[in-house]
């Protein structure tokens, strides 16, 4: 059973940075497509980041593309999420996801994954 633990969450000031990881437990994730999701309060769980199997292909909600970054290091058996320039509307628990894939396409879609981590809490203050 592959478990997945988000870690490196926390308080931070807007305009500073955090680097998400989520490490997997269980089984490699070399063989998954990975994605990075969010939930502000009282609203709707969203896509935020997504990294195909071989990592070559990523893609960004709008609201952070030029400011986050997906990247996965399968010798650590890690996905990060690189966090830059926040917000304060970047508060949210962020969770990670995976799908087992054997394609070089990365999902936007919840439904898509049927791995999910417990999520970790991200605070930006204003």
């Not at 919840?110 to 999520?119: H, P, R």
Request: hydrophobic share 30%.
């Amino acid at each position: 059973q592959v478990q997945l633990v988000e870690s490196g969450g926390g308080l931070v000031q807007a305009g500073g940075s955090l680097r998400l990881s989520c490490a997997a437990s269980g089984r490699t994730l070399s063989s998954y497509a990975m994605g990075w999701f969010r939930q502000a309060p009282g609203k709707k769980r969203e896509f935020a980041a997504a990294l195909s199997r071989s990592g070559l292909s990523t893609y960004y909600v709008d609201s952070v593309k030029g400011r986050f970054t997906i990247s996965r290091d399968n010798a650590k058996n890690t996905v990060y999420l690189q966090m830059n320039s926040l917000k304060p509307e970047d508060t949210a628990v962020y969770y990670c996801a995976g799908h087992r894939d054997y394609s070089s396409r990365y999902y936007v879609g919840e439904s898509e994954y049927e791995l999910w981590g417990q999520g970790t809490q991200v605070t930006v203050s204003s």
